[in-house]
């Protein structure tokens, strides 16, 4: 892959010509009144209505729970089973507590050991329409590793998501950065910008495919397409959320040209959090960003001592070391260079799970969300060790203690009632 080759999108002008083609599209305009006549009353009628973008101050999303194991390498019994069933119970809880939002995680290999974490997934489009399917509110995100699946191909199957969730579908584009997964699908791993590179162009492509009404011939460095339409265009008059999780100056870049929302992973200080979201709003046009999130891993309870034997028991009774010897050799180097802690250190942060560890009592986690909220923060993707069992700490602890912060307001019934 060689280094940019695509000049960066006026995204404000992709939008409006977007909403043009959309407005006057007669196919669109046939569909509207069919699609009013679909919502319920109190339904969002636009993508800006829909719940990742209500007012909620800090915001909340599942993270992870399509893999097996979640975010942690853990042998502990408890640990999540990913059956499509359980997958369903936990969007369901978590669409009718009011949380914003179901991120999966794009994973064609795992974390090996006993609990081979990760190593049992489902694909994550498919995996977004049927909880689409079985939710009302929430907004579900497919992950892709876009040099693993055709644009075009891709742009329909996410087209058949968002109608299936009637606009609630969103994408987290992923460059990738797993050489034992490119060497799976056979596509070379190449430099890390130049997959940035590559994803823009695939980008470029999915845009024109969801706003253009008229065959398009495409000429690219990568692809060379003749006559492209997809028919129909995203439920919506815009196209679905796009976001992004890369923290390299390359990442944050195609993100600032890209992405509506942001993942991001939380560093050691406050002063370190400010300065790293600085960093992102700064790079994109103003408004752009409208959200930009972190990933944690959760282990709440009534005290803080029973969630810190709970952690004990996670990572040194029944953490799975020779998973986390794994991972470490894959991603160790990748997680030190902000960590900077000893081996043992790593892997035990490594089987507690992926992201910023929230361990405490729910005080303890509600104070937490308060000082991220007040460096900027929007919001949190959290794993847990179960996403079933461990919901009602959110649902019944955390969530009313975040209303009574003021990070949150209660949820109003009717927008998410089953009727
Ligand atoms: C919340 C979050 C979710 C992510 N999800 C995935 C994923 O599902 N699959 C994947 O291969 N990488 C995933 N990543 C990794 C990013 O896509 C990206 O490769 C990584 O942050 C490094 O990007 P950078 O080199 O630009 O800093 C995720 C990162 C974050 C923070």
């Known amino acids: 892959m060689t ?49 990742i973008y209500n007012k909620n101050k800090f915001k909340l999303g599942l993270f992870g729970m399509n893999c097996r194991g979640g975010l942690s390498l853990t042998k502990a019994p408890e640990r999540w089973d990913a059956s499509w069933d359980n997958n369903v119970k936990a969007a369901q809880l978590a669409d009718e507590a009011g949380l914003e939002f179901l991120l999966p995680i794009g994973r064609w290999h795992g974390y090996q050991g006993e609990s081979d974490t990760q190593g049992t997934t489902f694909e994550t489009i498919a995996w977004a329409c049927g909880l689409l ?37 969103g994408l987290n584009v992923v460059s990738g950065w797993n050489p034992i997964e490119f060497g799976m699908m056979g596509v070379p791993l190449g430099d890390h910008d130049g997959r940035y590179d590559y994803a823009e162009e695939w980008l ?53 040209r890209n992405a509506d929302c942001l993942f991001t992973t939380v560093p050691p200080t406050d002063e370190d959090l400010r300065g790293k979201l600085k960093y992102f709003r700064d790079a994109a046009p103003p408004g752009q960003l409208r959200n930009i999130f972190a990933s944690c891993h959760l282990m709440v309870r009534r005290t803080r001592k029973e969630a810190e034997d709970y952690h004990h028991y996670i990572v040194h009774e029944q953490g799975d070391w020779e998973a986390a010897d794994y991972a470490f050799k894959l991603r160790g180097s990748r997680i030190n260079t902000w960590l900077k802690a000893d081996e043992d250190k790593l892997k035990a942060r490594l089987i507690s799970g992926a992201g910023f560890p929230c361990i405490g009592s729910y005080d303890d986690a509600v104070e937490t969300f308060k000082r991220l909220s007040s460096a900027g923060l929007d919001g949190l993707a959290l794993g847990m060790i179960n996403y079933v069992s461990d919901f009602p700490h959110i649902r019944d602890e955390l969530l009313p203690r975040m209303e009574r912060a003021g990070l949150r307001e209660p949820l109003h019934h009717a927008a998410t009632a089953a009727e």
């Open 133 to 169: 399917a079985s939710t009302h509110d929430i907004t579900t995100f497919g992950t892709l590793h876009v040099a693993f699946v055709n644009p075009v191909f891709a742009a329909k199957q996410m087209v058949t998501a968002d109608h299936i969730g009637h606009g609630r579908f």
């Open 3 to 51: 280094a940019s080759a695509t000049a960066p999108r006026d995204f404000s002008r992709e939008r409006d010509r977007h909403n043009l083609t959309v407005n006057n599209g007669s196919e669109h305009h046939r569909m509207e009144p069919a699609r009013r006549a679909n919502c319920k009353q109190g339904a969002p009628m636009s993508r800006d209505e829909t719940r």
């Open 204 to 256: 470029n492509i999915v845009n024109r495919v969801w706003s253009e009404d008229q065959p398009f011939d495409f000429d690219g460095h990568y692809y060379k397409l003749k006559a492209v339409l997809g028919k129909p265009k995203p439920w919506w008059d815009s196209r679905p959320i796009l976001v992004s999780a890369g923290n390299s100056e390359t990442g944050r870049d195609f993100a600032a």
